[in-house]
């Protein structure tokens, strides 16, 4: 079993920045990959963007240039920094950890971004 604890959404205006955080109860080192998805009102969850490892990284292409996901091993914590957001980005975000053929989902955090 893989606990993840989302953290870090809110409200933010058009062009705003946030950052989310997930932090794991395993060890990253035995996770094969981090994602964060998201779920729209009226749309299906959909993939983010997933990190394997430093060099193994991909986004959706609606948020290529805007979002940088990465992991922090020590802190066995994935971030999903969030610039020049837009409407479009409202959504849950959902963590997600895929572990020994396992799937394994976060509660999910709230992104509004509205003016």
């Known amino acids: 079993q893989v606990q993840l604890l989302e953290s870090g959404g809110g409200s933010v205006q058009p062009g705003g920045s946030l950052r989310l955080s997930c932090a794991a109860s395993d060890s990253l080192f035995f996770i094969y990959s981090m994602a964060w998805y998201r779920q729209g009102p009226g749309k299906q969850r959909e993939l983010v963007a997933r990190i394997i490892t430093a060099e193994m990284i991909n986004y959706a292409d609606s948020v290529k240039g805007r979002f940088t996901i990465s992991r922090d091993n020590a802190k066995n914590t994935v971030h999903l920094q969030m610039n020049n957001l837009k409407p479009e980005d409202t959504a849950v975000y959902y963590c997600?950890?895929?572990?020994?053929?396992?799937?394994?989902w976060g509660q999910g955090t709230q992104v509004t971004v509205s003016s």
């Open positions: 997600r950890a895929f572990k020994n053929g396992n799937v394994y």
